[in-house]
């Protein structure tokens, strides 16, 4: 009976909303529920700081993959947007997957419903299909393979160059992988709401400012925004990147998360956040995984909810790619 009233919750907001007294020392009850529950937080570098420093694995989305493939913890607790925790679902059937919020989606997910998605690749019949890990277990259900924006452009080239490829669903990471492959592959029309949004006019004033700066940019960025960049990489790739680094100050076009892990790993250099085409909209920050909240990751660890269910043939479906990905990245 109590476990149907936190469901019914979960089915009305998305998430279990319920008060949380201020005088709950919330760092310490989710240490507590994690050991007596046996579950791991997995966290993504775009939650925000204070999630990204309770998570017991921070990552981008391959290195998540990866993590929730070997885990041998009972409950996963994902804390990112809601294809990671169907990703680590799909890789971990048998184990409880929960996240904070169901609502935490992703716009390049959301761009791609099935129906449509199936009707494209069936006008482009002898297209092997290539996924961004970015969308939803019936789309993944439908490709050939999945890849992530650090093996992208390896799982692409792994495939004969007569191969004809759809790729899907986000249009700037298809174009940037064509224009250095040399590839034609037939794109899906989507984008990232955040990475689509960086004024290169901006950018270029701002690289006028500060001569001493390099550029470094995520690969769901726009083609004119990606061929002023010095460097190109998925999140943990442009992490290694700064550190690795003999600048000392950088503009970075990706979601405002990152630059938490930048400036813990690099106290003495200088980050700036690439500038949007509307300043007022705040859009470096995703909103969907600005949904995670310290109150309802306790409240998903409390009462185990909100849980990711799939059908178990989709499942098994999604499945196949994903592993597909997983062995290739080796
Ligand atoms: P990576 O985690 O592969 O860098 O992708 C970023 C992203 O947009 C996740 O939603
Ligand atoms: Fe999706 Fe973009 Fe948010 Fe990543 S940053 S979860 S791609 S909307």
Known sequence: MVENKY???????????????????????????????NAVILGHYYISPE???????????????????????????FVGVHFMGETAKILNPGK????????????????????????????????????????????????????????????VESFPKQQPLIFAPDKNLGNYINSVTGREMVLWDGACMVHEKYSLEKIIDLMDQHPDSEFIAHPECTQPVLMVANFIGSTTALL???????????????????????????????????????????????????????????????????????DPSLLEKAKIPILRMLELSK
């Open 96 to 155: 409880k997957v929960i996240v904070p919020d169901l609502n935490a989606g992703c716009s390049l997910a959301e761009s791609a419903p099935a129906g449509a998605f199936l009707t494209f690749k069936n006008n482009h019949a002898g297209h092997k299909v290539i996924s961004y890990i970015n969308c939803s277990a019936e789309i993944k259900a439908l490709s050939d393979v999945i890849v992530t924006s650090s093996n992208a452009m390896k799982i």
């Open 240 to 310: 290694s990147y700064v550190t690795k680094s003999i600048a000392s100050k950088f503009i970075v076009a990706t979601e405002s998360g990152i630059l938490h892990q930048m400036l813990k790993a690099n106290p003495d250099k200088i980050f700036i956040p690439a500038p949007s085409t509307d300043s007022t909209c705040g859009c470096n920050d995703c909103s969907f995984m600005k949904l995670n909240t310290l109150q309802k990751l306790y409240l998903a660890l409390k009462y185990e909810q909100p849980e990711i269910l799939l």
């Open 51 to 77: 999630l990204q420093d309770i998570s017991d694995f921070l990552g981008d989305s391959l290195a998540l993959a990866q993590k929730a493939q070997k885990t041998d913890a009972d409950i996963i607790l």
């Open 7 to 37: 469901r019914q919750l979960v089915l009305k907001h998305g998430f279990v909303n319920e008060p949380v007294s201020v005088d709950i020392d919330l760092l310490k009850e989710i240490n507590f529920l994690k050991r007596s529950k």
